[in-house]
């Protein structure tokens, strides 16, 4: 599976008080994975493909393994890989590796459905963001080849 990365520095106000990252920041730092990817691919926001072609893209099923504590101070990897499970939905898997070491530090997954928004009913996804995911893996292997740098969140 191709992972599009980006990079995070785990600042002091990420975690408790006992310097480990606050586990539902993990879903916010995903996100960001994957708006970076829009970035990358598309060249815009994927807020602007939601207000342009009017539709929404609600999380539906989100699910995350921390395997080892991540602290302040420390750097990590955060891949993303995408693909089309059915016309309305997608699946982004998620890995989150320590920038050192290169071990995983926790792993997961979110489904997106896709809705028309002024009605809020189902519908297919966008031609655009079908073609998002066809092109995460060029991207990733850009990144891969060091031809386009991780961005930083």
């Known amino acids: 599976m191709a992972y599009f990365y980006i990079r995070k520095k785990i600042h002091w106000s990420d975690c408790d008080a006992a310097g480990v990252a606050w586990f539902p920041n993990f ?3 995903f996100e960001d994975a994957e708006e970076e990817l829009y970035h990358a691919v598309l060249g815009r926001t994927r807020q602007a493909l939601l207000d342009e072609l009017r539709f929404g893209m609600p999380r539906v099923e989100v699910s995350v393994r ?8 420390e750097i990590v990897r955060i891949g993303i890989a995408s693909t089309l499970e059915h016309p309305r939905r997608l ?3 998620f890995e989150m ?7 995983i530090r926790a792993h997961g997954f979110v489904r997106v459905a896709c809705i028309d928004m002024p009605g809020f009913t189902t519908r297919d996804l966008p031609e655009v963001v079908k073609s998002m995911v066809e092109g995460l893996p060029g991207a990733a292997e850009r990144q891969a080849k060091g031809e386009t740098p991780l961005p930083w969140v």
């Open 27 to 29: 879903l916010g730092w």
């Open 66 to 73: 921390y395997r080892t504590p991540v602290r302040a101070g």
């Open 91 to 93: 699946r982004h898997d």
């Open 97 to 103: 590796r320590d920038e050192v070491s290169d071990a």
